[in-house]
């Protein structure tokens, strides 16, 4: 699982220069190119690439690399969305919500939301029966959840990771 070791604020991005932003869009789609290839690709010696991409991880622009799975080839392609609503929305809360929800492991994602609920989480499990388990076990009895609402995907048109383009398209 990756995640955010760092808060980072947007004036971080700015203190990247053309170099960093070459090597974080490489390897946000090749997270397995090595370092010479990567260098000659950003036309640089290796020595400098690998320091630059040490830094970066070490800054924590990258936070990790993984392999990506087909759920549908492991047999877990049932999605599910649950809009959470929480019955206290005080810090502590809020705080008691969000430790417990990252030590699930059937929850993908996990957003909080400006809205009409708290909470949006996305949930990949085996089949609906195995849905209904994670809703009832470990869902429903988070610290101060008062009421979830489940949106089951048909069909997953696009999913993706984060990949890094510097600027807009």
């Known amino acids: 699982m ?19 932003n070459a ?19 950003i036309n640089l010696s290796k020595t400098p690439t690998q320091v630059r991409v040490k830094r970066l991880e070490t800054e924590g622009f990258i936070v990790g690399y993984r392999a990506m799975m087909d759920p549908i080839r492991l047999n877990m392609d049932h999605i ?15 705080s008691a919500f969000n430790k417990a929800v ?3 492991g ?5 957003h909080m939301i400006a809205g009409s609920f708290d909470y949006l989480l996305k949930v ?6 195995d849905y ?12 101060h959840v008062a009421n979830t609402k489940t949106f089951v995907a048909m069909e997953s048109v ?5 990949n890094y383009k510097k600027g807009k398209e």
């Open 23 to 41: 090597i974080l869009q490489i390897l946000s789609s090749d997270g397995r190119i090595s370092i010479s290839e990567l260098a000659r690709k």
């Open 80 to 94: 599910a969305f649950i809009e959470v609503t929480l019955a206290d929305t005080r810090e502590s809360a809020l």
């Open 102 to 104: 990252t030590k699930i």
């Open 158 to 162: 696009k999913e993706s990771v984060f």
């Open 106 to 110: 059937d929850i993908e994602q996990c």
């Open 124 to 129: 990949r499990t085996h089949s609906m029966p």
């Open 132 to 143: 209904r388990k994670v809703l009832a076990e470990k869902i429903s009895t988070l610290p």
């Open 2 to 20: 990756v995640q955010n070791k760092k808060n980072s604020s947007s004036q971080d991005a700015y203190t990247l220069d053309s170099y960093d």
